[in-house]
């Protein structure tokens, strides 16, 4: 076993998370709360879905503006 466990917590920002997999090489992190108890587990899926929303979501008023579509 492992003394030094990699977790995260369900207040830590998605980005962090997903820096945090990205360094380990884990495709799964424990959640814990304060008290160090287990909450779950987090995917990867988990964390990129909402990354990938978000960037999409910020790239269609761009899209929009270079189509021209609602700035007339």
Do not use: S
């Not at 380990?24 to 008290?35: E, Q, R, S």
């Not at 978000?54 to 929009?64: F, G, K, M, S, V």
């Amino acid at each position: 076993m492992t003394a030094d466990v990699k977790t995260c917590a369900p207040f830590d920002a998605v980005e962090d998370i997903w820096t945090q997999m990205k360094q380990t090489g884990f495709m799964h992190l424990p959640v814990i709360d304060t008290t160090r108890r287990p909450l779950g587990v987090l995917a990867t899926r988990g964390v990129l879905e909402p990354l990938l929303d978000e960037r999409e979501h910020e790239e269609t008023p761009l899209i929009n503006y270079v189509k021209g579509i609602g700035y007339r």
